[in-house]
């Protein structure tokens, strides 16, 4: 099967001149269809640098990037924001939430964004703040909030339009351990029950040893990209009780029930 | 995303700063309501003079003049040229019309009648109704198609021998008549001094002369018409040789003007003959243009302060667009992370500032309606200075100028908006996410 993100020879230089600065250096990696990927490294090394190339929100300086084996460059600026808006899920590092609004709307954001019909908006938005465990909390203004909480209504909002991809950038960082726990739960339920591919950008080794794969990075470089099978494996369910594999015939049944009638 | 979720958003967006957007709205209202208040007077004006000019009639009318009498003037103001003597015209000749000049001129195709005009005046009109006497202003009323506009009686017959007058409502009052339609048909009697005579009586009343004329209809109050009283051709000579009894026919006979009746079909051949001749003609239309244009010229003043001031709130609308850019940068880094398009940004923005465009020119006209109303309200209650003129509404808004202004200021709004809206549209959604 294809690989759905590929890159190739991906470099990234910030800036020009004398003050240019090389973030990202000769990046190849293939990530595969519902595979969990931590990336690891050290602050300043160029992890978030990376997931937002793989998610096209940046665009590298040189190299290549294919999306389920279409060349990045080539994406048309409507596919792309198609892409964006139905394929991607973002969790990123600092909240990025309109605070001033409740979290039904901050979530049902990137509905409102595809043009998906006013009721089953709602109705979506709703189904994903139970998912994170906020129903009661769906009509308070975000900034209302707590940490964890917040950091749950932004999980929320990436999963709401059901992506194939989540990207999430430390989404751990700013938490206490045991709201930390809770939000990696929700993650992983996620890549179990929908298979949906998770890509975590994260300095936690607890949370990168629960992902199938580990790619650690120093100076733009990747320098170990492994497997993680077995050891771990068990440490992963034990936090999630559910095993159910995620292409099962079911699986894919929930998931195309759940997109009917979302697009406009 | 949807556009009415894009209208919905500029809407909240609008209302998120409400005080600069209020600001920036007020100076939109500002100009709009300069502008749309001046076309609304203008607009009001122009229909009364049409309706006025419509009953004053006279398309036939005309008044000559020596084309000399304004070289003249000229020269006085500083800006003529110095001719050289003649003889047979000289400068104070130059600017009489004499029997022989009217015998040309009544020799041009088209020209039906011409007269002379005549400086009549009285001292006095009095009735039988009334045991007093009036000061009177009298006026030759023109033939050539002239209409007053009247609250009773008929037109005056220019052409009749009769002595034939129009009175107004006010002088009606005075000479004895409960209604206008109780002085019509009635006998005025004139007072008028002989100069000449007065210089062998003793007892100035001695030397005045009475005249009786028969008031044929009474005018309604009118801005173009003079009011007063008016006089046909018959009355108003018959009153001037009656005051100049005694003067020497060329002295008494002199006059600079003259009024006649024309073929208005055969105008500009008419004004080129009398080019020829020496003489400036005047018609009606051309006496109705210059108080348009005294009218134009204002217009046009006051539509370019309501320019300078929309001009002012453009920019305001540039400043304010451009500070909610700046202060929703991480709002639209995150839409456009979320696969908002660049087009819909820039739409939103857009919408916004047509949104401020729209609330301030329409406030701006609602309330210059309303103040028009109020002000048409009263300018027509007693006392006001159109009491008389009930058909009359100063301010007069136009659905057509109303909606066009509205339109063009939306539409300035929008370019305004382009600038802000583009910037905020090319937005990186990492830089914007990375912004503090
Ligand atoms: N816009 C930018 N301009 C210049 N340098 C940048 C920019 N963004 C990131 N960098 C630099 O690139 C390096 C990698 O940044 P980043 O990917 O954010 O690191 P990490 O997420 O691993 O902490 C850092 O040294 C950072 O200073
Ligand atoms: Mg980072």
């Not at chain 1, 809770?182 to 994260?202: A, E, R, S």
């Not at chain 2, 370019?415 to 996410?433: C, F, S, V």
Request: with cysteine; net charge positive.
């Amino acid at each position: 099967m294809e690989p759905v993100i590929e890159a190739k020879h991906l470099s990234k230089i910030y800036g020009k001149g004398a003050t240019a600065f090389l973030a990202l250096s000769d990046i190849n990696l293939k990530i595969n269809h519902g595979e969990s990927v931590a990336i690891v490294g050290k602050s300043g090394s160029g992890k978030s640098t990376l997931m937002h190339c793989l998610a096209l929100l940046d665009t590298p300086t040189s190299g290549e990037l294919k999306i389920d084996g279409e060349k990045a460059s080539k994406l048309k600026s409507r596919k792309l924001n198609r892409l964006r808006n139905r394929r991607f899920g973002f969790v990123f590092q600092q909240f990025f939430m309109n605070s001033n609004e409740t979290v039904l709307e901050n979530v049902l954001l990137p509905l409102k964004i595809s043009g998906t019909r006013r009721k089953h908006r709602k109705r979506l938005a709703l189904e994903a703040i139970e998912t994170v465990e906020l129903a009661d909390k769906a009509r308070v203004k975000s900034k209302n909030l707590s940490g964890g909480q917040k950091q749950r209504v932004c999980i929320a909002r990436a999963i709401v339009n059901n992506p194939k991809i989540l990207f999430a950038d430390e989404p751990t960082g700013n938490l206490d351990s045991a709201t930390g726990e809770k939000i990696i739960k929700l993650l992983f339920d996620l890549n179990h029950d929908k298979g949906v591919t998770l890509i975590i950008v994260t300095h936690d080794e607890d949370l990168a040893a629960l992902c199938d794969r580990r790619i650690r990075i120093t100076d733009g470089k990747i320098v170990v990209d492994e497997s993680i099978k077995h050891v771990t494996r068990p440490a992963a369910r034990a936090i999630n009780s559910k095993t159910k594999p995620a292409n099962t015939p079911e699986a894919k049944k929930a998931k195309k029930n759940q997109k009917k009638g979302v697009r406009k | 995303m949807k556009f009415t979720d894009i209208l919905k958003s500029a809407n909240v967006n609008l209302f998120r700063n409400k005080m600069r957007s209020f600001l920036t709205i007020l100076a939109i209202f500002v100009g709009s309501f300069a502008i749309i208040s001046v076309n609304a007077i203008h607009t009001g004006v122009n229909d009364f003079i049409d309706q006025q000019v419509e009953s004053i009639g006279g398309d036939n009318y005309i008044e000559i003049a020596p084309t000399a009498a304004y070289d003249q003037l000229a020269s006085m103001m500083g800006t003529g040229e110095i001719t050289k003597y003649n003889a047979n015209k000289s400068s104070s000749d130059a600017t009489i019309i004499s029997e022989e000049d009217l015998s040309k001129i009544r020799k041009i195709d088209g020209v039906i009648s011409m007269n002379p005009y005549y400086q009549a005046s009285v001292d006095y009109i009095t009735t039988s109704h009334t045991d007093k006497k009036y000061n009177a202003v009298i006026s030759l009323m023109p033939g050539g198609g002239v209409k007053a506009d009247l609250s009773a009686g008929n037109q005056i017959n220019s052409n009749s021998s009769d002595y034939e007058i129009l009175i107004s409502e006010d002088y009606a009052k005075k000479l004895g008549f409960d209604t206008p339609s109780d002085a019509v048909n009635q006998t005025a009697t004139f007072g008028v001094k002989q100069s000449i005579k007065c210089y062998t009586v003793a007892n100035p009343d001695d030397c005045i002369a009475t005249l009786d004329a028969k008031i044929v209809g009474v005018q309604a109050p009118s801005i173009l018409s003079i009011g007063g009283i008016r006089v046909n051709q018959a009355a108003n000579d018959a009153i001037y040789n009656l005051a100049s009894e005694g003067i020497a026919p060329d002295i008494k006979n002199r006059t600079p003007m003259a009024t006649g009746e024309i073929d208005s079909t055969k105008l500009n051949e008419i004004r080129a003959d009398l080019k020829k001749l020496g003489f400036t003609a005047i018609t009606i239309d051309d006496e109705v243009g210059m108080i348009r244009t005294f009218f134009n010229v204002i217009l046009i003043v006051f539509t370019i302060f309501g320019a300078i001031a929309l001009i002012a709130a453009a920019i305001g609308i540039i400043n304010t667009l451009l500070m909610s850019v700046q202060e929703r940068t991480r709002e639209i880094g995150l839409e456009k992370a979320l696969g908002l398009s660049k087009g819909k940004i820039f739409l939103s923005f857009s919408i916004e500032a047509i949104m401020l465009g729209f609330w301030g020119s329409a406030l701006g006209t609602a309330v210059a309606m309303i103040l028009g109303f109020i002000a048409n309200n009263i300018f027509h209650q007693s006392g006001g200075f159109l009491e008389k003129f009930p058909t009359f509404n100063l301010v007069k808004f136009t659905p057509e100028s109303v909606a066009a202004l509205i339109l063009i200021v939306m539409f300035i709004a929008f370019i305004a908006g382009t600038m802000p809206a583009r910037k905020a549209a090319k937005k990186d959604p990492i830089e914007a996410l990375r912004y503090e």
